[in-house]
């Protein structure tokens, strides 16, 4: 289905300028359709199918955006808060403008993978508790997580108010000796999405979790070679991946 737009609106959305700076850009010939300069900012144009430029760069029209954030601590898992800085403001001000949301949360002190999107159909299906989409962890637990951790969490943790968790995948990767006591390092998959799950299962059987990074969410996993606090768009690859998961 053809989608048509005003130009001028078309390259304000893409975060060009206002709509009087992409005006005046027009009357200095910095906006060319199809190969030649226009000079009215209220041409209609296909937003799928015509060929727009400005300043001699090709402007491909996005209606929905997919940005994948390494989330740092301190940030708040939000689209605004009045004290607490959010992991919206982390977004460059071109990319807040088709006003992307997070996937879920992350607690303040928690990092790694989250999902930006203004897909809300997409982030419905993510966050369903009827879908039980797979969500990993890596963590660094206080106290020696052993064997009767990992057979106590396959069957079901009872939470501090009575939920028994769906069975989830413990792996424990390694364990150091401090002087304050014996810490774990376990990667951790869930099947939901409870208010900190996680810190509450381990707290469950007597442990505390001092770190906690999120690696994937469904088929999704965090680029490790994005810095905490910085972000991508993510690949057409990824997306697809995400789509059809949906579909599932």
Known sequence: MSKKIRIDKLLAHMGLGTRSEIKKAVKFGKVTLAGKVIKDSGIIVDQDTSEVAF???????????????????????????????????????????????????LDKDTVGLLLLTNDGQLAHELLSPRKHVAKTYEAIVQGNVGETDKEQFSIGVTLDDGYVTLPAVLEIIGQEEREDGTFSSISLTIMEGKFHQVKRMFEAVGKTVVYLKRVSMGPLALDESLPEGSYRELTLEEVELLRAHKRK
């Open 55 to 105: 300043e001699g760069v090709p402007v491909i029209y996005r209606d929905v955006v997919y940005f994948m954030l390494n989330k740092p601590r301190g940030v708040i898992s939000a689209t605004e808060d009045g004290r607490e800085r959010t992991v919206i403001d982390l977004l460059e001000s071109q990319d807040r403008l088709r006003e992307p949301f997070p996937v879920g949360r």
